[in-house]
């Protein structure tokens, strides 16, 4: 019978030592920053990643993120944006508002956060001057934008007793 008792003994303060030199200080994995840095982008591609964040501090998780192509006049002057919901590349942001869009053809985008398609709640990224921030990617290179701040307001998934969250239905015109 001791020599049962003796070495599960010895087991234990075996592993009441070893749990002592764990650190006891906890993380919140939620909290963590998740962006790592991304593959290498192919030979001509280019990569972008950031962070969405609305202006009261929290990380936007869950939000689609698209890259519209721009499109420039003669010798480069004005130009447009062009946003195809089929074509251009998009993701969506992760728990910690980071994204990624790896692989796509240089050149220059406008950012567009948010639904375009479903419920029209979207932003497009401004310069301070109100017209539309032009990110410049560049081949074989990874651009990290850093931290897009929006003000999106979000549609609720269910109606709620909250006045402004759904706007009031129209008719559709007439063609």
Known sequence: ???VVLPLLSVWLILLTSCSLISTSTVNPKVLPTSTTPP???SGMATIVGQVLHDQGYPMTNTIVRLADVARGAQGRGGAFILDLARSPGTTTDDNGYFNIQN???GEYVIVVGDVELTGSYEIIEETNGSAK???LL????TDIGTLT???VLPTPFPTAIPGLYPAPTAYPYP
């Open 104 to 106: 796509v053809d240089a």
């Open 150 to 152: 929006v003000s999106l």
């Open 139 to 142: 081949p074989d290179q990874i």
């Open 134 to 136: 032009v990110w410049n």
């Open 40 to 42: 290498q982008p192919e």
């Open 1 to 3: 019978m001791k020599r």
